[in-house]
């Protein structure tokens, strides 16, 4: 890469171009040669009225792209002395030579072989003169018309460093360096090139990981059941379709001969209808009532869900039933514009651990403050007052506290106008690792959770409460087949 600046000589402007890894004095020379100067003449570059330190390389520089300078060309000689260390073959030697800044750079090397005594002629070998990063070498044309003052600039004590060698020497060095460069662009593609393939398995690899944990999240919440009572509905309801018009079928029946059982009391019928009214009745499940705080510890892995046998035998208004009861369990918010009384709360705590606090509370006056102390009874020392609730509801708003928020009663606080709280309890610091709840406290299993026991026993549920779908009678005398509830068809 090469830099153009705007050199002006004698009130004359030209554009001069030079390499980055060039020195200042290689640029002044350029632009020397650029405005027909004699090179025998020490030629300086200043740039803002400040004058530039010749041996600097113009990369270390301040001078940017099209940067204007000033050539200032002197033509008085001054006595320069050169330290010159010699490297001549498996030889060092190292002179004092003094002379004329107007001197060549071939006269600084004869100079050097008479102080050294060295008579042999050197016009057949590589002869190189380096100040710092400013390399002269005999194979270049202007080695004898270049004076010393253009390479060590205004100094008037420099060291200079000579190398003597072969040119079949240099040219193979020079092959090396251009075989060593061509072999490490190669091996800088050959790596790229592997950081590119690497990258494209790494991006393989994520996107099949990220496609499996999709799979693998969605068969866990299918395990767990995600909506599995009204799945469980549906499920069943395609399962009893055959038997309800089995049962439909006698029902039916049964209403037409009712008449005549009315007239005929010994008949089989009524005898056999009295046998089954006699049989004992099936036992009926009732739903538990916990009526003290009751922390409820799930399983260390979730188990995995199986349609029980029980299922199959469930009757028409048994799933109804058990609808509606997972329905009134799940605490959905009172659509009415009324205000409904409250007379007691059941308060549900989720824990980052998944375990559950069930606190039934029988008088709803109880207020904010209250409720917070009797829920450190059950917390760590350390994370006491160290906390914060959300309401367990869409946009899980958090419950504010403080002096005037505890002071209001529960009733009358508008995040607890349902019977039915659920509550998501957090530690105030991110990633605060367990245990969260005092140790010693009585547990119960997850699995004895109403939820999960009403799931086990919906086959045992009352059908006294439960009105079971009469069947419609034409009055033109045409059958008319039942119609199953839109909740069944879902």
């Not at 200042?24 to 040669?33: C, T």
């Not at 090179?39 to 010749?54: A, F, T």
């Not at 767990?224 to 399962?239: L, M, N, S, T, V």
């Not at 309890?425 to 406290?441: F, H, M, Q, T, V």
Request: charged share 30%; proline share 4%.
């Amino acid at each position: 890469m090469s830099y153009t600046f705007n050199v002006s000589y004698n009130k004359v402007n030209k554009k001069v171009t030079c390499a980055r890894s060039a020195t200042i004095n290689d640029l002044a020379l350029a632009s020397m040669a650029k405005f027909a100067v004699s090179l025998s003449k020490n030629g300086s570059l200043s740039s803002s009225g400040k004058k530039l330190d010749g041996l600097l390389p113009i990369r270390l520089s301040n001078l940017v792209n099209n940067a204007k300078l000033e050539l200032c060309v002197t033509g008085g000689d001054v006595e320069i002395t050169l330290k010159v260390v010699a490297s001549i073959g498996d030889e060092s030697i190292t002179k004092i030579v003094k002379l004329a800044s107007s001197a060549t750079l071939a006269a600084l090397v004869e100079a050097f072989r008479t102080s050294a005594g060295i008579g042999a002629d050197w016009s057949e070998k590589r002869v190189q003169l380096s100040v710092l990063q400013a390399n002269k070498d005999n194979l270049t044309s202007d080695f004898s018309q270049i004076s010393v003052s253009n390479v060590v600039g205004s100094a008037t004590n420099a060291v200079m460093r000579l190398l003597v060698e072969n040119k079949d020497a240099q040219q193979k060095r020079a092959k090396l360096q251009e075989e060593q460069r061509v072999l490490r662009q190669q091996l800088e593609e050959q790596r790229r090139q592997e950081r590119l393939l690497k990258k494209e398995e790494e991006h393989r690899l994520v996107e099949s990981k990220d496609a499996e944990h999709q799979s693998m999240d969605i068969d866990r919440e299918v395990e767990k059941g995600d909506g599995i009572e009204r799945d469980q509905i549906d499920k069943i309801g395609a399962d009893r379709a055959k038997i309800m018009e089995k049962e439909e079928k006698p029902l039916r029946d049964s209403e037409v001969n009712s008449s005549w059982n009315r007239f005929d009391s010994t008949t089989p019928s009524a005898t056999a209808s009295g046998s089954v009214s006699g049989s004992l009745p099936a036992p009926v499940f009732q739903i538990p009532e916990e009526k003290e705080d009751t922390l409820y510890v799930p399983h260390s892995r979730s188990a995995i869900y199986e349609n029980p046998e029980e299922d199959y035998n469930m009757t028409f208004g048994q799933a109804e039933k058990y609808y509606k009861i997972i329905k009134s369990m799940q605490g959905a918010a009172n659509t009415k514009k009324e205000a409904v009384e409250i007379h007691k709360y059941v308060i549900r705590i989720r824990f980052p651990d998944r375990s559950l606090l069930d606190l039934p509370l029988d008088d709803p006056s109880l207020k904010l403050g209250q409720l917070l102390k009797k829920i450190d009874g059950y917390v760590a020392e350390k994370f006491i007052n160290t906390y914060k609730l959300k309401n367990g509801l869409p946009p899980f708003k958090e419950i504010a506290v403080g002096f005037s928020q505890n002071n209001i009663s529960l009733k009358s606080h508008p995040d607890f106008q349902l019977e039915k709280i659920l509550l998501i309890w957090e530690p105030a610091e991110k990633n605060s690792k367990g245990p969260y709840l005092k140790e010693g406290i009585a547990t119960k299993d997850a699995s004895e959770l109403p939820t999960l026991q009403l799931e086990t026993h919906r086959g045992e549920l009352d059908m006294d409460e439960v009105s079971a779908p009469k069947p419609v009678v034409n009055t033109d005398g045409k059958k008319k087949l039942s119609r199953m509830p839109k909740w069944f068809k879902k």
